[in-house]
């Protein structure tokens, strides 16, 4: 089991910046695939971004303005977010898979997800 707790939400105006942070459980933190999803009331969870060894992927709306990171010394990935819309207000989740060759692009390599964190970006 991987407890994942995400920090960093808030608001701010268009065209600002945020920082949002996970923190994972477990002792193999560096062989996780890690990712950032979001979801607005109603609709389907979207995968924004993920990191593994083999590499990153981000979806086509936040690709030149969202960075994804990840420290393993502190189990810890990154989701810096810059030149925010307000269509990016939404609710962000932070989720982890645990395997052998997982892509950071495909919803089902995510199986551990945290609470949630809200991101609001005023016009």
């Known amino acids: 089991q991987v407890q994942l707790v995400e920090s960093g939400g808030g608001l701010v105006q268009a065209g600002g910046s945020l920082r949002l942070s996970c923190a994972a459980s477990?002792?193999?933190?560096?062989?996780?695939?890690m990712g950032w999803f979001r979801q607005a009331p109603g609709k389907e969870r979207e995968l924004v971004a993920g990191i593994s060894s083999g590499g990153t992927y981000y979806t086509n709306s936040v690709k030149g303005r969202f960075t994804i990171s990840r420290d393993n010394a502190k189990n810890t990935v990154y989701l810096q977010m810059n030149s925010l819309k307000p269509e990016d207000t939404d609710a962000y989740y932070c989720a982890a898979g645990i395997g052998y060759g997982l892509s950071p692009s495909s919803r089902d390599s995510y199986r551990y997800w945290g609470q949630g964190t809200r991101v609001t970006v005023s016009s």
């Open positions: 477990g002792r193999t933190f560096s062989m996780y695939t």
